[in-house]
C-alpha cells in the first residue's frame, strides 16, 4: 500500500467509521502499578557497550516468551500491516539489507507478508534469509547482531506462541512523518484488530499510539479493550500540536474517550503537576524511556501515583519493583530499607526534579 505525505488539513473526517463493528467481548481492568517488557525482553540498541542491549532479538517470540518468564504484566510491541493485509510485529519503518553490498530499503507496509518474513533467521532448517540491517539514529547502516536471534513474527503468532496470561501492550506504530487520510487508517487498523478479536480470548490487552488520529480511530472502532494515548509529554515538538505536551493529551484523551497517557518520562518529571490533572480527568498514565531503567526513578513514579513503566532493563527492574512493593523490614541489617518521604519531603522533591533534567 502506498503512502504519501499531506496536509494535516486534507485529512478527512473520522465521521464515517461505524458505530458498532463487530468485535470479541473481553475487559480488563488495569492494576496501579504495572511493569511491561519493552518491545519483549528490552530494545535492541546496537551500539551500547551495554550487553543487555543486544540480548535478544527485540520484537520477536524469543524475546516475548523469555519475558513471560519475569514476574512482568505486560510486553510492549509495535504492529504494522504488509501491503497484503497482514499484521505483523516490526518497530522500524523500513527493513533495511543488502544485495551484492548494495544496502536497501523496503517500506513494511509496502512489502507483501512473504518478503517481510524472509529477512532475518529462518524457521525452515538450511534455509538462509536476506541480511537483516539497522539504521541508527544517527544515519548509520549496521548489522542486526544480537546474542539470541530469532525470526520476524506475525502479531497472530504471537497470540498463539506466547503465554496466555501475559498481556499485551499493542503499539500502532505508523510513520511520524506521514499524514495518514482515514481510508488508510482503516486498511491499516482494521487487520490488526480482526487478529486481535479472533486470537486475543482472555488476554488482557491494550492499544496505543503516538498517532492521535489512530488512537481515536481505534477507540471508536471497539470499546472491548483500552485504548492510550502515547506522547513525548514535550520533550519533542511535531506539527500536531496534539502531541506537543502532557495538556494536549489530556486534552485528546477525554474528548476522545480515550482510556490513558503513556508519555516519556522526562515529560512527567519535567511537568509533576500534569500527574493529578491527568487524574483528576480520571485518565490512567504510565510511562516509558531511559529512565525507566533506574529503579529510584521508576520508585519515584510509584510514590507520585503513575501506574505503570515500560523498560528495557527487565530482570533488574521487575526485582526492584518487587522489593517496592514489600511491606517495610525493621531489621536493622536490612540493606534494602525503602526510603520513606514526608509530605513535605516529596513535595520538595517534585518541584527539584524539573530543574535536575531540564537538559
Known amino acids: 500500500?502506498?503512502?504519501?505525505?499531506?496536509?494535516?488539513?486534507?485529512?478527512?473526517?473520522?465521521?464515517?467509521?461505524?458505530?458498532?463493528?463487530?468485535?470479541?467481548?473481553?475487559?480488563?481492568?488495569?492494576?496501579?502499578?504495572?511493569?511491561?517488557?519493552?518491545?519483549?525482553?528490552?530494545?535492541?540498541?546496537?551500539?551500547?557497550?551495554?550487553?543487555?542491549?543486544?540480548?535478544?532479538?527485540?520484537?520477536?517470540?524469543?524475546?516475548?516468551?523469555?519475558?513471560?518468564?519475569?514476574?512482568?504484566?505486560?510486553?510492549?510491541?509495535?504492529?504494522?500491516?504488509?501491503?497484503?493485509?497482514?499484521?505483523?510485529?516490526?518497530?522500524?519503518?523500513?527493513?533495511?539489507?543488502?544485495?551484492?553490498?548494495?544496502?536497501?530499503?523496503?517500506?513494511?507496509?509496502?512489502?507483501?507478508?512473504?518478503?517481510?518474513?524472509?529477512?532475518?533467521?529462518?524457521?525452515?532448517?538450511?534455509?538462509?534469509?536476506?541480511?537483516?540491517?539497522?539504521?541508527?539514529?544517527?544515519?548509520?547502516?549496521?548489522?542486526?547482531?544480537?546474542?539470541?536471534?530469532?525470526?520476524?513474527?506475525?502479531?497472530?503468532?504471537a497470540f498463539e506462541k506466547v503465554e496466555p496470561t501475559l498481556g499485551f501492550n499493542i503499539e500502532l506504530k505508523l510513520d511520524d512523518n506521514l499524514v495518514y487520510p482515514s481510508d488508510h487508517l482503516s486498511r491499516l487498523l482494521l487487520p490488526i484488530l480482526q487478529v486481535v478479536c479472533d486470537y486475543g480470548k482472555d488476554r488482557p490487552i491494550i492499544f496505543s499510539s503516538f498517532h492521535?488520529?489512530?488512537?481515536?480511530?481505534?477507540?471508536?472502532?471497539?470499546?472491548?479493550?483500552?485504548?492510550?494515548?502515547?506522547?513525548?509529554?514535550g520533550t519533542e515538538m511535531y506539527y500536531d500540536v496534539r502531541r506537543n505536551s502532557l495538556e494536549e493529551a489530556i486534552k485528546l484523551c477525554v474528548e476522545g474517550g480515550l482510556q490513558g497517557i503513556v508519555s516519556e518520562v522526562k515529560g512527567v518529571f519535567r511537568n509533576p503537576a500534569a500527574v493529578n490533572r491527568i487524574k483528576e480527568s480520571k485518565l490512567s498514565l504510565m510511562t516509558y524511556g531511559k529512565l525507566n531503567n533506574v529503579a529510584e526513578a521508576v520508585y519515584m513514579q510509584h510514590l507520585m501515583g503513575i501506574d505503570g513503566v515500560i523498560v528495557d532493563h527487565v530482570e533488574e527492574m521487575t526485582e526492584a519493583v518487587r522489593e517496592m512493593m514489600k511491606p517495610p523490614n525493621r531489621d536493622a541489617h536490612d540493606t534494602k530499607l525503602k526510603p520513606n518521604f514526608s509530605e513535605r519531603e516529596l513535595s520538595f522533591l517534585l518541584k527539584l526534579i524539573p530543574e535536575l533534567i531540564q537538559h
Not at 492521535?212 to 506522547?231: E, G, N
Request: with cysteine; proline share 7%.
Open 1 to 157: 500500500m502506498s503512502l504519501k505525505a499531506i496536509h494535516v488539513t486534507e485529512v478527512p473526517s473520522l465521521d464515517r467509521i461505524p458505530e458498532n463493528p463487530p468485535i470479541c467481548a473481553s475487559r480488563y481492568k488495569i492494576p496501579k502499578f504495572l511493569v511491561v517488557g519493552h518491545r519483549g525482553h528490552g530494545m535492541n540498541m546496537l551500539q551500547s557497550p551495554d550487553p543487555r542491549f543486544s540480548a535478544l532479538k527485540e520484537n520477536s517470540i524469543l524475546s516475548f516468551n523469555a519475558a513471560s518468564k519475569l514476574p512482568l504484566d505486560f510486553i510492549e510491541f509495535d504492529v504494522q500491516v504488509t501491503r497484503d493485509g497482514c499484521p505483523v510485529i516490526f518497530h522500524d519503518d523500513f527493513i533495511y539489507s543488502e544485495d551484492n553490498g548494495v544496502v536497501y530499503e523496503k517500506r513494511v507496509t509496502e512489502v507483501s507478508l512473504s518478503e517481510f518474513m524472509s529477512y532475518g533467521p529462518q524457521r525452515e532448517t538450511g534455509k538462509r534469509g536476506k541480511p537483516l540491517l539497522r539504521m541508527s539514529k544517527d544515519g548509520k547502516i549496521l548489522k542486526w547482531s544480537v546474542q539470541g536471534d530469532d525470526s520476524l513474527c506475525t502479531l497472530q503468532e
Open 212 to 233: 492521535p488520529d489512530a488512537a481515536l480511530f481505534t477507540r471508536k472502532l471497539q470499546s472491548t479493550y483500552p485504548v492510550f494515548f502515547l506522547t513525548n509529554g
